[in-house]
């Protein structure tokens, strides 16, 4: 697929409080055990199931599931491989980019004072150690100037050594600095790990914990778990299992600038800043443009057209698609761990429900210019009535 590479400064014209938000959250489709779903956009008569049938015959039985909600209606939902909608899955390192809300979480409640706050102030062990110099802003977007790389094997910081430790917070201290902090983007786990140490200690509870009373609460996630390191500590790199439906929920929620059900969850600042394209990273990876905190940014080309998209994205293909044009949010899960092909099939996903999406969608630049506030009125309109997935 051609491709197109913008500079970073052609991010700063579709912001990302441009994001269109959902118009509801209730239901229109429903679905079987396995979830095919009926797939009718009610407010846009486009069937987008159809284009989730062709992965039944795929060869390669790692996807998971895949919930397509557009407007804020369920209109595709199908599950594949034995899995169902209560199937739990280790969504690897899409957990960073939760890991980012719930870092959001903690500075809008004042419990991180600012984002350029130096990690030493939270976690004072790791004052006088290269990490201590690191802003908050420079770990959640993965320039802390730690020698880490999760890409260089030989890396001293990679994710496999730090996984081996037997306390990987002591072995994140232990790890000189390549670079000054702010300066370089190296993408690694042990910077998403020092980001939930550091949320944890700013807000006096265990990541999990403050994650259960901030964020999956109040978005009524249901069944979830978060793994922990061999210290004990809540893994705010990644290994946190959702179900399908839960990614969408969250999906949502960042398309509606942090409100869910008429809820505020994160105040859509937070939400502007976490999704900002800030490093350029095309030239490191050939699936995203840009990365903000913990969030990728993308133009996408569909057809003619060039559809900006932002993500989480973990290991296997797993995924939460934004696309404010579409008004779509796109969940997959998949356990295609450690080989390329999860990834190439997300996105294929992802393009073939855009390109069923095209007749309705908006002229470029209607729904990606800045607004101030909501990221679309109709969100404030749509979220006074109660979403449900059955």
């Not at 404010?324 to 390329?340: E, K, M």
């Not at 630049?365 to 506030?373: F, I, L, N, S, Y």
């Amino acid at each position: 697929m051609a491709s197109r590479r913008p500079t970073i400064g052609a991010f700063g014209v579709i912001l990302v409080i441009g994001l269109v938000a959902l118009a509801g959250c209730r239901s229109t489709s429903t679905a079987d055990e396995r979830g095919a779903g009926r797939g009718q956009d009610p407010r846009g008569g486009i069937d987008l199931a159809a284009p989730l049938a062709r992965w039944e015959q795929d060869p390669d039985k790692t996807l998971q599931g895949v919930v397509v909600l557009r407007n804020g209606h369920v209109v595709a939902e199908r599950y594949y491989n034995g899995a169902t909608r209560d199937s739990l899955n280790d969504i690897r390192s899409a957990g960073k980019s939760v890991t980012a809300l719930l870092a959001t979480i903690a500075l809008d409640r004042g419990a991180i004072a600012s984002a350029q706050d130096p990690v030493g102030k939270y976690w004072p062990e790791a004052a006088r150690s290269p990490i201590g110099a690191a802003t908050i802003d420079d770990l959640l977007t993965m320039r802390s100037g730690l020698d880490a790389e999760d890409e260089v094997s030989a890396s001293p910081g990679h994710e496999d050594r730090m996984d081996e430790a037997p306390d990987p917070a002591a072995f994140a201290l232990s790890v000189p600095a390549r670079e000054a902090p702010g300066t370089v983007y190296r993408y690694n786990s042990l910077t998403a790990s020092a980001a939930g140490l550091v949320v944890a200690r700013a807000t006096g509870e265990d990541l999990a914990d403050f994650g259960a009373k901030a964020l999956f609460g109040p978005l009524r996630l249901g069944a979830w778990r978060w793994d922990k390191d061999a210290a004990g500590h809540t893994k705010g790199q990644g290994n946190l299992w959702l179900t399908t439906r839960g990614l969408a929920t969250i999906g949502e929620m960042v398309r509606c600038a942090g409100e869910y059900q008429g809820r505020r969850i994160v105040s859509a600042g937070g939400i502007a800043m976490m999704l900002k394209p800030r490093v350029p990273i095309a030239d490191k990876d050939p699936y995203a443009d840009a990365y903000g905190r913990m969030w990728y940014f993308r133009l996408l080309p569909v057809g003619s057209q060039v559809v900006p998209v932002w993500f989480a994205s973990g290991n296997g293909g797993n995924k939460i698609y934004v696309v404010p044009r579409a008004r779509l949010v796109v969940a997959i899960t998949s356990q295609a761990y450690g080989r390329g092909h999860g990834q190439r099939r997300s996105q294929e996903i992802l393009v073939s429900l855009l390109q069923a999406s095209l007749p309705a969608l908006p002229p470029p630049g209607t729904a990606d210019a800045p607004v101030q506030g909501l990221f679309d009125r109709s969100c404030a309109q749509g979220q006074s009535r109660s979403p449900s997935f059955d």
